[in-house]
T-cell receptor, first 110, second 112 residues
Framework: GDSVTQMEGPVTLSEEAFLTINCTYT??????LFWYVQYPGEGLQLLLK?????DKGSNKGFEATYRKETTSFHLEKGSVQVSDSAVYFC?????????FGTGTSLTVIP | DTAVSQTPKYLVTQMGNDKSIKCEQN?????MYWYKQDSKKFLKIMFS???????INETVPNRFSPKSPDKAHLNLHINSLELGDSAVYFC???????????FGQGTRLTVV
């Protein structure tokens, strides 16, 4: 069945470091892909999305490219900030069903 | 083996009805959650519950109530359904204190 696998973490980085959080997926058909971010004590906010192969989603300095050949949607940011500390969830949607990864905790230290 | 399962996947019902959405997790986790996904795909936390504490988001109407018959289940009951309750509802679980969570596939509720 459809599923999403993301790196477990936790990930700890120094401010201004480069961030990659890996996400791969398994799906029949052509899913849409998402990254969500959850700040402490809050719900999940949509960070970015891509709806077809080779699309790049971007927001707040974060980017992810929909790679059909490698079934991946890795999240990247060139220079992280302390305020980026949160839990990041990769997800895919096929029609009305959503499949979430289990989340990767990111801590950015000054 | 589905870690977190919700039933039903789709639910269409009339205004004023009372309905329930069931959630079960087989991971042995201590904490379970209910989220509501809005039209902008934001997942708003409604409840979190473990065997010690129920935390309710104060913005959730009291028509919504979680019920946990045991540690592996957290069902969502909704009374007097309104059109604005139409949304996708997600159940999730985590080990108490952990940041990672396992989500169900969602239940699309449509109130007509």
């Amino acid at each position: 069945g459809d599923s999403v696998t993301q790196m477990e973490g936790p990930v700890t980085l120094s401010e201004e470091a480069f961030l990659t959080i890996n996400c791969t997926y398994t799906a029949t058909g052509y899913p849409s892909l998402f990254w969500y971010v959850q700040y402490p004590g809050e719900g999940l906010q949509l960070l970015l999305k891509a709806t077809k192969a080779d699309d790049k989603g971007s927001n707040k300095g974060f980017e992810a490219t929909y790679r059909k050949e490698t079934t991946s949607f890795h999240l990247e940011k060139g220079s992280v900030q302390v305020s980026d500390s949160a839990v990041y969830f990769c997800a895919l949607s096929t029609g009305n069903q959503f499949y979430f990864g289990t989340g990767t905790s990111l801590t950015v230290i000054p | 083996d589905t870690a977190v399962s919700q039933t039903p996947k789709y639910l269409v019902t009339q205004m004023g009805n009372d309905k329930s959405i069931k959630c079960e997790q087989n991971l042995g986790h201590d904490t379970m959650y209910w989220y509501k996904q809005d039209s902008k795909k934001f997942l708003k936390i409604m409840f979190s519950y473990n065997n010690k504490e129920l935390i309710i988001n104060e913005t959730v109407p009291n028509r919504f109530s979680p019920k946990s018959p045991d540690k592996a289940h957290l069902n969502l009951h909704i009374n007097s359904l309104e059109l604005g309750d139409s949304a996708v509802y997600f159940c999730a679980s985590s080990q108490d204190g952990a940041l990672r969570a396992f989500f169900g596939q969602g239940t699309r509720l449509t109130v007509v």
